[in-house]
């Protein structure tokens, strides 16, 4: 009997070994800049500025946390046979200096696309907070730069420059490229201001972590959330969502967001509580399979984050 | 002071977090008396696996979970049985495979549509209705086989070789006990999470046995302090604005201490008497 | 009329052999005491011979039946090794594991009633437990102690009663008190005991027969026949034979 267990293990090990070796990357096809990026947002930057000229890939497997993800041996492989990693910043990646320190490869631009990007801490985020403010937030930094969509057009700049760093021969393909897909940034920026100018409700209440402070501060927006800090991992107290509750009642707020990826509990506990409904906002650093599979970018997911901020918020 | 009761997500916690306090605190005893106390910890590993495998064959992972961490549980005990190794390193063996399974599946498939670890990792503070049920429904079942076989879980427990000699099936009741024990954890980590689970299965039991006069108040003192704990944790956590989870363990730990230091030095300070 | 019938057993334990072809039978009213140096193999034989572990050679019949098929443990009560410390410590008062010993007879769900009480009560003064009836096992002496899983034993008056090294941790005197009593029930109502002792010294004084075991069977029989055995003069020596008897002589 016991012979038995020991062969299936074995052939188990085996079968396993040979699905892992199948599934390494297909040869990179010859003169593409291979890319890795560690969010998504970066991907997908990345992907429009390079077009055809790069093979751009997500270090974070799909409807993987991000906060949570820590790079594997085969990850850090990965980023040493390319020829560029691009990384959003050192607070939102902290396991970034780890793999620096790893790299051997003399080919491989580290890319910080945070760079000119001016970090806004939590007391800015909360101007008319209570003293309690800094105590709950604890006074550190956002590193969802991203949300705020000129932050996004430098990071394009940043990765821009780097390809042309790397490739100048196709300088002028990457700035129109990057130039193209700023456009179509300063028109998101222009819907979100429209749309976001004429509502009733201007509280955003969150069911997930802190990661939209650099939206609201550019729109106006209040955003509460039942979470301290900026990772999913701190428990909300009781009384933080019993706060929240009254406050929901007290604003008359009609529409509570859950966060991507995430099981939705606390945005469900408060709906329940409260009568309020349910919507999806996406922070996009990370997307599921499923939308990987259909094409989404970080223009269609704004989009369509500003479909449901106009319902929730019954804008114009 | 007493606002907190008003809110629905305070309501449920107290109800689910009451009848799972009972449940866990109750197979905790034999748990611990076992020596089985980390199996609790050890099956949420399974979990992670087993989850991982549904989420791969697209089923709704708790009902992957349920069988394999069942099977896991037996693995343990038939490991105990076989392998002559104690406890404590069965349940070790079986949650490393667990998690190690589960972390290399997620690499195969590629990726999912959710966070795997979310859908693991309850709390209580966010306790659905369905769950709440499920609380009240797992815990009467596990409560109802628990008093059916009392007695023999008992002599088992004391002396499993007497309880051979009195024609009790061990086996078959040792099986009983740490299928209930999976399926406890499995069920109830996804309502107020492992860290609770697996608090509420050793702390109550540990605190009872330190003034314990007879087995039956055992159980019943463990149920207790399961409940006191779970009632004024959410209270006290609400009051100071504290997570409600670490909260509960914190006041179980200090229970423990203070029947620890009761035993200690008022119970057995008396000096020996003649045999 | 033998109540017991062990034919031909051997018991393997990590491919040694550690019981050797053994026979013998114990008739009802018996009081074998089981010797035989360290490591002899007597645990071993005692727990093959009730389903505790597995028979590698041979047969065991029980009042009639094979071991396989054999159902009604009630009549057979069971004093295993002393018990680890840790078991020791188990929180439960005398009342509760002396009730233990009554599930034996009990179908599902086996519940301890009132109606077991009498019995509870009855094994409680037969062996002076009452006045610690409520105290924690793990609160007593040595004695106590071993006097409390006694009881557990008799609580369901079998008809044989399996002793393992009962005294071995006890004092002297304590030794000698368990003793009589022992011999107590075995003369007033009858009991079958078997015990298994390496104390070769005093087992004469209260068995009437006496089994030798040195992983193979030495020496069956009444304890006169011990003494006058030539395979046991063989075995020990007839100086080491001598001392024995002569003490009980």
Known sequence: MSKVILLLCIAVMVCVLFTSCGKKEK????????????????????????????????????????????????????????????????????????????VTSSKLLIVDSSEGVRLISQLEEFPDEDEHAEHRHGGAEDPHIWLDFSNAQKMVNNICEAMIKKDPQNKDFYLKNAADYNDRL?????????????????????????????????????????????????????????ELVDKIKQLGVGYIYYEELISPKVAETLSEETDAMLLPLSSAHNVSKADLAEGAGFISIMKKNLGNLRMGLDCQ | MFELFQYHFIQKALIAGCFIAVLCSTLGVFLVLKRLSLIGDGLAHVTFGSVAVGLLLHSQPIYTAVPLVALSSLGILKLTERARLYGDTAIGIVSSLGIASGVILVSISGGYNVDLFSYLFGSILSISNTEVITSIVLSVIVMLMVLLFYNELASITFDEEMAKMSGIKTRRINEILVVLTALTVVLAMKVVGIMLVSALLILPASAALQTAKSFKATIITAGAIAVFSVISGIWISFAANLPSGGTIIIINFIIFMLMFGYSKNVLRAKPEEPH | MSIITVDKVSVRYNS???????????????????????????????????????????????????????????RIGYLPQKLSSFNLQFPATVKEIIGLGLLAKKKFPKRITADDDAAINKVLEMLELTNIKNSLIGELSGGQQQRVLLARAMAGEPEVLILDEPTSALDPEVREKFSEVLKELNKKTALTVVLVTHDIMNIGRYAS??????RRLIFYGGFDDFCSSTEVTNYFGEFAQHVICHRHS
Not at chain 1, 56 to 69: C, I, K, M, Q, W
Not at chain 3, 38 to 56: C, D, E, P, Q
């Open chain 1, 186 to 242: 300063s028109e998101l920026d222009s819907e979100y201001k429209t749309v976001l100018a004429g509502c009733k409700q201007h509280t955003v209440v969150y069911g997930g972590h802190f990661a939209f402070g650099y939206m609201a501060k550019r729109y106006g927006m209040k955003f509460i959330s039942a979470y301290r800090g900026f990772t999913p991992d701190a428990e909300p107290t009781p009384r933080n969502l019993a």
């Open chain 3, 209 to 214: 027969k006496l089994l030798y075991l040195d």
């Open chain 3, 16 to 74: 040694t052999e550690v019981v050797s072809d053994v026979s013998f039978n114990i008739a009802a009213g018996d009081y074998l005491g089981v010797v035989g140096p360290n490591g002899s193999g007597k645990t071993t034989l005692i727990r093959a011979m009730f389903g505790l572990v597995g028979l590698a050679k041979g047969t065991v019949t029980l009042f009639g039946k094979d071991l396989s098929e054999f159902r009604e443990w009630h």
């Open chain 1, 27 to 102: 040869a990179s096809s010859e003169g593409k800049m291979t890319i890795i990026t560690s969010l998504f947002p970066l991907y997908d930057f990345a992907r429009n500025i390079g077009g055809d000229k790069v093979d751009v890939s997500l270090l974070l497997p799909p409807g993987v946390e991000a906060h949570a993800f820590e790079p594997r041996p085969a990850d850090i492989v990965r980023i040493n046979r390319a020829d560029m990693f691009i990384y959003t910043g050192k607070i939102m990646e902290p396991w970034v200096d780890e793999i620096v320190k790893s």
